[in-house]
């Protein structure tokens, strides 16, 4: 298990049940990384591997 497990397995425990949009999960990531400059990057690569998931030329 990874360290950040932890955090995902709290999200999905306390937030599990909850439905969401995409527009607001981006939303809530702007104001992460507003807060954290310092996480800019990580959340950019997350944010773009969500977009291209079902990218079937991105096997990279």
């Given at each position: 298990?990874?360290?950040t497990?932890?955090g995902?397995?709290?999200l999905?425990?306390?937030?599990?049940?909850?439905?969401?949009?995409?527009?607001?999960?981006?939303?809530?990531l702007?104001?992460?990384?507003?807060?954290?400059?310092?996480?800019?990057?990580?959340?950019?690569?997350?944010?773009?591997?969500?977009?291209?998931?079902?990218?079937?030329?991105d096997?990279?």
């Amino acid at each position: 298990m990874y360290f950040t497990d932890r955090g995902i397995e709290e999200l999905e425990n306390r937030r599990g049940e909850e439905e969401v949009t995409l527009a607001w999960l981006a939303d809530q990531l702007r104001m992460f990384v507003d807060l954290n400059p310092d996480f800019e990057v990580p959340v950019e690569r997350l944010a773009t591997w969500l977009a291209r998931l079902d990218d079937e030329d991105d096997d990279e």
